[in-house]
């Protein structure tokens, strides 16, 4: 299917044939008919894009900061690749969607094949757009009409965030799309309103749907008309709708509107108000964020739980079920917002219009007529056409399942290693192929069990969410193939339970991503320790940093929490250095939060281990820790870069000249162990035992 992409490094806008997204559940697949590009609010993507990198860092100090702490703690070469990559990854474009229902995901129950809706899905052929996002367009309202809705929500909430009343008047600053259609909503309200702009063309748009206007190029008419127009008292409310890095829009505002008035910024403009007016004026001031309540909040969105109405009477679906209404009254008109239109193959034409600031409003992208049927079906594309992809069953013929941050880290160590990269999946389809055609895969898909049926794939790597590892795990033993899987290894009991089980009856290499095994420093550490029978005390500070309130990773039943999701990591390397069964634990909460937390473990052979896994300290410190105490000696690990011997004979100090978890190393190891039929390189009652032990200190 086509979509179209922004590069983030330097702005080229693309077409691509990408795979065709699976349906998730909660969600509702939709075959595109129409989508809407609004030259302001997308004009700051693209500018960002086309800027150098001084540029960029000049639009992004916070960004800029971020990178220098990042470069202190793990070096300038990681802190360049980690930027390079996210400058590498392009942007899909849109979020003004009309089309029909051509798939339902499970637990979506107002929605049926065949239904025409709106969403804020992308500029692309087929979207996998959140139940709660999708809005049913009613018969009498245009596709073109239509296309208007989610732009017409952002204007919207904006709008109720002023709270308007009938007879009050409002000032419009800034009359493109948003602004259009904010003066014509507010009409709605009843509300009296006058649009103010510099561009004489979009003052007469707005005249010509009745509404009277202020040319901005005319400063000395602004306060006559002001106290004329609200009869000496300034308006109730302002309402910034225009996209700008200057202070205006929100002094003009500040000096238009009344005492105790509201001033709603539904734009962008530099937030640096006057504190003397606003202090006289006690005026109001609010940012406005996109559709509305619900909006970046991954319970309503991804999970499809809804407000109740008798709480939040306006959420963002309700808001784009508003405009429809108002579109269907003609209340809204939309006819002459529409200044050009393209097809799916042109996108790049149609932001053209925009970057070379051509006079331009609504643009719509056109999308040809497909069966539904051949659309749904295109789930692989080919990287290699008219390539002889030979079939060497000798080689390691991988299949990547996921391809988000850390396959990025593993398919370059995978290629080094000659493993031979034939197919990337993603559930979206989007990513898959952008990192498959980076990194020379011969097929990108959305659909994992294309990798897991074809009989010339013998390796599965597997880097998807942590709740669907036990079932890609299981389903890859049963199809014999060899698996690569990112930690942890299962959520529960029961799905460790199975895999055990399956384990036993394969002759498969299965490994977990448990690499601070294979670093040096630990290789050196276990060197130094071997002949030491006595018991050892190990303390690893694991300074890992907050995640936000929303994070997969938080989400037990997705990511297994911190714990599990992450600190199982340290689990094993203490399984791993002390060489003997895990025998007893304690778990201590920092607070009511689970992001920090102590574990204390006991060995059978007497060794104590304590893993202190915090969130509330500071990026500047490096991440981990390392102290082993045995015999009057001391080992002292620093973030797998130096390793130093206090009280040893005949070591000080053991380096790298940059940070070595061992991924490397971990990745070779588990490569000649299939090549030359070896032992799994981690003893699979360790991996059964780590995994168990984390669920259990978890559950306890």
Known sequence: MKQA???????????????????????????????????????????FGKSNYLGKALQQPEKVKQAIDKIKVDGIVATYDSISNKLNEPVQLGYCNVGKVIQVGNNVEDFKIGDRVISNGNHAEIVNVPKNLCAKIPKNVSDNEAVFAVIGAIALHGIRLSKPTIGEKFAVIGLGLIGLLSLQILKSHGCKTIGFDYDQERLNLAESIGFDTVNLSKKDNIDSIVKSYTKGVSFDGSIITASTNTREPID???????????????????????RDIFY????????????GPGRYDIEYEEKGKDYPIEYVRWTEQRNFQTILELLEDKSIITSNLISHEFNIDNAAKAYEVITNKEKSLGIIINYRSKKDDDLIQNTEIDLKKNINKKIDINKINLGFIGAGNHAKVLIPIFKKNKAILKKISSEQGVSSFHLGKKENFEIATSNNETILNDKNINTVIICTQHDTHASIVIESLEKNKHI????????????????????????????VGFNRRFSPHIIKMKSLIKDIKSPKSIVMNINAGSLEKNHWLKDESKGGGRLIGEASHFIDLLR???????????????????????????????????????????????????????DNKILFLNNYKSLKGYGWKNFNSFSTWKQDKGQEKLIKCFLESILKNEKPIIPYNQLIEVCSVAIQINED
């Open 5 to 47: 992409f922004q590069s983030l490094k330097n702005g080229t806008i693309s077409v691509d044939d990408v795979p065709s997204p699976a349906v998730k559940s909660g969600h509702i697949l939709i075959r595109t008919i129409k989508t809407l590009i609004s030259s302001g609010t997308e004009r700051t993507l693209l500018e």
């Open 252 to 274: 003009l505002a500040s000096n238009i509107t009344r005492k105790k008035g509201r001033i709603i910024l539904v734009g962008v403009a530099d937030i640096n108000i006057s």
């Open 280 to 291: 006289h004026k006690e005026l109001k001031f609010q940012v406005s964020c996109s559709y």
């Open 484 to 511: 690569f899987v990112e930690k942890p290894l299962a959520l529960n009991q029961k799905d460790l339970n199975k895999i055990e089980s399956k384990i036993k009856k394969s002759n498969k290499i299965l490994t």
């Open 576 to 630: 791993h250095i002390i060489e003997s069964k895990i025998t007893n634990w304690n778990k201590i909460y920092l607070g009511n939060e689970k992001e920090s937390f102590s574990i204390q473990i006991k060995f059978a052979e007497g060794s104590i281990g304590i893993i202190n896994y915090f969130a509330n300290g500071h990026k500047s410190l490096q991440k981990e820790r390392i102290e082993l105490f045995v």
